[in-house]
């Protein structure tokens, strides 16, 4: 009897063992060292205040796509009558991902953008960033042009390659043009009325961007920035009853 019961438990702890180590295998850890320079050399301005620069190498952005479509969180939903939009948000893949973007955003991107945008602070993104697929295969592929409402500055961050057609097509009142950043490049640009913004039908392949935007205002943020705290919300005061005399 106590052979058969040291038998059994010697088979759980092995099971349990197993799949500890299944669970570690398919946890999404990030690069240890995500964030690079912006050598400004290698800064494009194709319009004006729309910057395209190095952000990410190919095996960062290639890791975020494998973990990504690994997590099973990427959803599908249609956004009008004619297209279906693929995305997942940041935080639903993995506290570590969440983690790596607060610090690319704080150690990559902050400074360029406060050097070039007047002093601009980041506190935050409006709502968590996004990851977008677009492909050819009945999902629609593109977006319509339209501009981010509630933020300051959109950043796109290309994520793949090898896909055909893409791109994002920026318009404004004098200009219309379609840029098509390398794999591990951010297109920066204001999200106010300056530009109108879409991203244009993949014909083959599939394209992965992460889409956030960007505010220097604490109370429009649902996503801050690594370092920053939200803000306290502020007790209403009750007024006290009159008494009746």
């Not at 796509?65 to 956004?79: A, F, M």
Request: net charge positive.
């Amino acid at each position: 009897m106590l052979k058969k019961l040291a038998f059994l438990l010697i088979i759980f702890l092995g099971a349990l063992f197993s799949e500890t180590l299944l669970h570690a295998e398919n946890r999404f850890i990030p690069p240890k060292t995500p964030y690079i320079s912006i050598p400004s050399n290698r800064i494009k301005e194709p319009l004006p205040f729309v910057f395209d620069i190095p952000s990410i190498s190919k095996e960062t952005a290639a890791a975020f796509v494998r973990d990504s479509e690994k997590s099973g969180g990427i959803k599908t939903y249609k956004y009008d009558s004619n297209h279906y939009v693929t995305s997942l948000d940041i935080p639903d893949l993995s506290k570590e991902w969440d983690t790596w973007f607060k610090g690319y955003v704080k150690h990559t991107l902050a400074p360029f953008i406060k050097k070039v945008y007047k002093e601009f602070e980041i506190v935050g993104c409006v709502q968590a960033p996004n990851l977008l697929k677009h492909e050819n295969e009945g999902t629609g592929g593109t977006y319509h042009l339209h501009r981010d409402i509630s933020a300051k500055i959109t950043v796109i961050l290309y994520l793949s390659e090898g896909y055909e057609g893409g791109g994002t097509r920026l318009v404004s009142w004098k200009d219309d043009m379609i840029i098509r950043p390398k794999m591990g490049s951010s297109v920066v640009f204001p999200a106010d009325v300056s530009y109108l913004h879409a991203g244009m039908p993949v014909k083959k392949g599939a394209r992965y961007i992460l889409v956030f935007w960007l505010t220097d205002e604490k109370e429009k943020a649902r996503w801050l920035m690594e370092g920053e705290k939200p803000l306290k919300k502020k007790k209403k005061k009750r007024k006290k009853a009159k008494k009746s005399t």
